[in-house]
C-alpha cells in the first residue's frame, strides 16, 4: 500500500469516527457545538494514529529481516509518539475549556463578574 493511499486511508477512518463520536456528543449540554466537533475530531486523531502505531510500526520494530536501520524506525516511532502528544494536549485544552466554560455558566458569570464588583 502506498505512503498516498495509506493517508487518504487514515482520512476516511478518521472522518467516520468523527461523524459517529459527534452524534454521540451532540446531546451533551456541558459542551458547546465548536467543542463537540473539536473534541470529537481530536479523539478520532488519537484513535487513528494510535491504531498506525500498532499495526504499522510496531511490525516493522519487531521484524528484524525488512532491513530497515532499527535507529530510523525509533526516530520515525518517536515522531509518531509526539504527534500524538501534540493531538492528546490539544484535546485536553479544548475538553478542560469546555468544563471552565460549564462552571462560569453554572456560577452565573466569571472573571469579567469580579472586576465589575471590585
Not at 451532540?26 to 487513528?48: F, G, Q
Not at 515522531?79 to 462560569?104: G, P, R, V
Request: aromatic share 6%.
Amino acid at each position: 500500500m502506498s505512503r498516498e493511499s495509506m493517508l487518504k486511508d487514515d482520512l476516511e477512518q478518521a472522518q467516520a469516527l468523527m461523524k459517529i463520536l459527534y452524534s454521540r456528543m451532540k446531546p451533551l449540554e456541558c459542551v458547546n457545538d465548536e467543542n463537540k466537533e473539536t473534541l470529537s475530531y481530536r479523539i478520532a486523531e488519537i484513535m487513528t494514529a494510535c491504531k498506525n502505531l500498532y499495526t504499522r510500526i510496531l511490525p516493522r520494530l519487531l521484524d528484524d529481516t525488512t532491513g530497515e536501520d532499527f535507529w530510523d524506525l525509533l526516530c520515525e516511532m518517536r515522531m509518531h509518539y509526539l504527534n500524538i502528544l501534540d493531538i492528546i494536549n490539544e484535546f485536553d485544552e479544548t475538553f478542560l475549556a469546555s468544563i471552565k466554560q460549564e462552571e462560569e455558566e453554572d456560577t452565573g458569570g466569571g472573571e469579567d463578574d469580579d472586576e465589575e464588583q471590585g
